[in-house]
């Protein structure tokens, strides 16, 4: 996978706080837009694994149900 201009692979998540918010990059949306694309954290929801471990959900929800995004809160440079 291409990296952003931050130097992250845009396949891995990444975690930031801006203006107060926590927020999360969305893969799918980042490799698409070819730079991360930072949504709230609050609007991923919770997937628990087999283990019983609750962990974020990667994809952001308009990518889980194959629609369009809302606009991203932060996007990379």
Request: charged content about 20%.
């Amino acid at each position: 996978m291409t990296d952003c201009s931050c130097e992250h692979p845009l396949n891995d998540s990444q975690y930031m706080q801006r203006g107060g918010l926590a927020l999360k990059s969305c893969p799918r949306c980042s490799v698409q837009a070819g730079r991360h694309l930072f949504h709230a954290l609050s609007s991923f929801g919770m997937r628990t694994m087999a283990d019983g471990q609750e962990i974020v959900q990667s994809w952001c929800p308009a990518r889980r149900s194959n629609s369009t995004p809302d606009k991203p809160a932060y996007a990379c440079r």
